[in-house]
């Protein structure tokens, strides 16, 4: 490969410039004072690729290079000396915000406590239950889809509804062989709509059904469905905390590092101020 990679660049160079002033070894093509060496040109050959390939992969290549720098050229020739510098401010301040935002990034990591307890997410979920209303229903539920043609479905009928240890150990026995969807959310809160829409069954009001139903057994032409609902939260009241832990985790963690950016700016104005490293007329 290269070899071929050696010959393909020979070939470029010789149809894309002047070999008496350029080195073969390095120029690829050229535009005015602009140059595309070979080194400039990234890795984009795939495994395997024959070299009437690459050479037709890496051509391609420096005709993109070639019409984007025309455009360039040309774009710089024709706007406006406004517009111009208007890009420039643009390309200066997301510059800045560039060094900034990496600058700020690397005082997170080494600086800023960054270990959240279980006790400070309990402290803010106490603090602050208000926030946390739920805006869907959300459920502790036993899922599982069974082809229609799966045997012993009576058995199913009664190992999913039991709270016995043996029968849901017969349960997940049987699923692993026979069933294309066991999901055990018995012990994580879900949204009760994102597995409502896992199967065909059709309900009007989701609160009243919520408290007058722990179970949904359904079947369309191929499979049978089962939903077991252990535990329910309505909307409008608060949220489980085991519901929002990671969300608060992440509240706590933006708080935090929204109050390090701020002292870090005070102090690097103070420090600044301390030395007379600016004025202010």
Known sequence: MKTVLGFLFIFLVMACSDSNSYSDDELVAKIGEKVLLKRDIPEILPPEVTPEDSISITRKYIQNWIKKELLLKKAEENLSENI????EKQLQDTKASLYIFNYEQNMIHQ????IISEAEIEEYY???PERFALKKNIIQALYIKIPASAPNLDNVRTWYRSDSDE???ELESYCYQFANKYDDFQEKWIYFDDLYSKIPFEIDDEERFLRT????????S???YFVNIRDYKLKTTIAPLDFLTEQIRSIIF?????AFIKELENSLYDDARS???FMIY
């Open 111 to 114: 600086r800023m406590d960054t």
């Open 254 to 258: 933006n708080e935090r590092k929204i």
């Open 84 to 87: 111009l510098s208007d890009i």
């Open 275 to 277: 030395r007379n490293e």
């Open 213 to 220: 139903h722990t179970t949904i057994e359904t079947s369309d």
């Open 222 to 224: 191929l499979f049978h």
């Open 126 to 128: 106490s603090r602050y």
């Open 167 to 169: 029968d849901l150990y």
